[in-house]
């Protein structure tokens, strides 16, 4: 099944079963993939389901982050409920680890040694990392091997 289908399924129990949370939360993803597909006019891939399903995700990580900073827990809390329903529709994020390798390897490939090649690796190692790795945590990672 695809995973627009999916939300569209799981957005029908939630309102079903009361679940006003994750019905609204779902709600608000399928929106963003609605407005996807009218922009584009065409149907959408399932990449490009899953890219707006990771940028909702990125938007409440930012959210939550936000409204720490400006002491606002009650709607952090919130944004991290939403936050935590999207990430079980992304597919597992690779360990801090596991980027590292990569980042190693896309070092050594690259021949790269100072912070000026960060902008030719960055760029490939994103596409190789595509909806599988963070991109905050490859960008710190590849800025302190770079010497940042």
């Not at 680890?97 to 896309?106: L, N, P, T």
């Amino acid at each position: 099944m695809s995973l627009l289908k999916t939300i569209e399924q799981d957005m029908k129990e939630a309102m079903k079963s009361g679940d006003t949370l994750r019905a609204d939360t779902l709600k608000m993803v399928k929106t963003d993939i609605m407005y996807e597909k009218a922009k584009t006019g065409e149907d959408l891939s399932e990449e490009t389901v899953l890219e707006v399903v990771t940028r909702a995700a990125k938007k409440r990580r930012e959210s939550m982050e936000e409204f720490r900073k400006g002491n606002r827990e009650d709607l952090a809390e919130k944004e991290e409920k939403e936050h935590e329903i999207i990430q079980t529709y992304l597919p597992e994020m690779m360990s801090e680890e596991e980027v590292a390798a990569h980042v190693d390897k896309a070092i050594a490939a690259a021949g790269a040694v100072s912070k000026k090649d960060f902008g030719r690796i960055m760029g490939p190692l994103m596409k190789e990392l595509k909806g599988k790795a963070d991109g905050g945590i490859v960008k710190k990672l590849l800025s302190q091997k770079l010497g940042d």
